[in-house]
């Protein structure tokens, strides 16, 4: 990426010389926001210049295709050319977010293509991206869309019950197996988000007698790297104990030659483990956050658990908040061992589901 796509302006000098970034500059910028937001921006940005050119609004040559891999300068190039046309595009998004609104997508998803474009505004140095026109458009989708019933997809969280169902179907004598079981109990128990159980390496994980401190290095929600750490401790069934079961994981990787680095590995057609040359994964061999998810989708319909095609990656997360809501702990230390925020809405939203019934505000009222 280049400093047009980071949200760098660069200042000028006494003489007006243009004074441009270092290259380790530009990579720390660019590496500033997690890999999984850059993706998701960067594929934001192309739908967005997608609709713009077939609104006629810059020439079909600067237009980006909406299949293959994206062209970054292309489109750096496309939204510059809409700049220069139009100025200030806050017009321009509100009826974005009123075409997307149209098409029917999600409130969720229509709020984070509002931001990749508000992102890319400040990046080619136009600044803030007046965004009250666009909100108001979205503020009333989403009450045209509560009134009409249409409610928010919310992803199913993953119980005990599920997790032990799960795990009894893998195969233990395989590395997959093996693996699987360690991705999908360690990933409850910290109630961590897909890409941090994916992140995570050998050297992060510290038993000791109470059980395993894991190190989480960095998080979504964690700007300064901060890292936290989690105490886990040991279950009471050796299936579905964090610790055991990720003791058990070490040594598979022991024997064949790995005793540092990523702790969850691909595994090839042949059961070994593999590496990934190309496409998304890294040269070692982790796993990425999708494989994650993966694994939890495939393990849950080969349980042959209702709904199975409701379950991801993010239902482990979910699943550790509502079983340990359910198990009587509050929400500050639900929401400080799985990372989020103080005051989290979106954790709070799970405390509520747990909370209406088994904290019914009719209980013992005498009905």
Not at 42 to 47: E, K, S
């Amino acid at each position: 990426m280049n400093e047009v796509e980071v949200g760098v302006s660069n200042p000028g000098t006494l003489d007006n010389t243009p004074f441009v970034l270092s290259a380790s500059a530009l990579d720390r910028l660019r590496r500033a926001r997690a890999d999984s937001t850059l993706r998701a921006y960067r594929g934001d940005l192309r739908r967005f210049l997608v609709w713009i050119g077939a609104q006629k609004m810059i020439t079909t040559d600067l237009t980006p295709t909406d299949r293959g891999p994206i062209n970054d300068a292309l489109n750096a190039a496309a939204f510059a050319a809409l700049l220069d046309r139009y100025g200030q595009l806050h017009t321009v998004a509100a009826e974005y977010v009123n075409h997307l609104a149209e098409e029917g997508k999600a409130p969720s998803t229509i709020d984070r293509a509002l931001a990749a474009v508000a992102v890319a505004h400040r990046t080619a140095g136009a600044g803030r991206l007046a965004t009250d026109a666009a909100r108001a458009v979205l503020r009333t989708y989403r009450r045209d869309s509560a009134e009409a019933g249409r409610r928010a997809h919310k992803v199913k969280p993953l119980l005990v019950i599920n997790l032990r169902l799960m795990v009894d179907n893998l195969d233990l004598t395989k590395l997959a197996g093996l693996r699987d079981r360690s991705v999908l109990v360690l990933g409850f128990a910290l109630g961590a988000r897909r890409s941090e159980v994916a992140a995570l390496d050998i050297e992060d994980l510290d038993f000791n007698e109470h059980g395993l401190e894991v190190t989480i290095r960095r998080s979504k929600t964690d700007k300064d790297s901060a890292g936290r750490k989690v105490h886990v401790p040991y279950g009471t069934n050796e299936q579905t104990c964090p610790v055991r079961t990720t003791r058990a994981w070490l040594p598979a990787l022991a024997e064949r030659g790995v005793t540092s680095g990523a702790l969850y590995r691909r595994i090839d057609k042949h059961g070994e483990l593999g590496r990934a040359p190309h496409g998304r994964g890294s040269i070692d061999g982790r796993i990425t956050g999708q494989a994650v998810a993966i694994i939890v989708r495939r393990t849950a319909l080969a349980a042959g658990l209702d709904a199975a095609s409701a379950f991801s990656g993010h239902s482990l997360r979910r699943g550790f908040a509502t079983e340990a809501r359910r198990a009587g702990h509050d929400q500050i230390r639900i929401g400080r061992h799985g990372g989020w925020k103080d005051g989290s809405p979106t954790l709070a939203g799970y405390m509520e589901d747990v909370d209406r019934v088994t904290c019914n505000a009719l209980t013992g009222v005498g009905l």
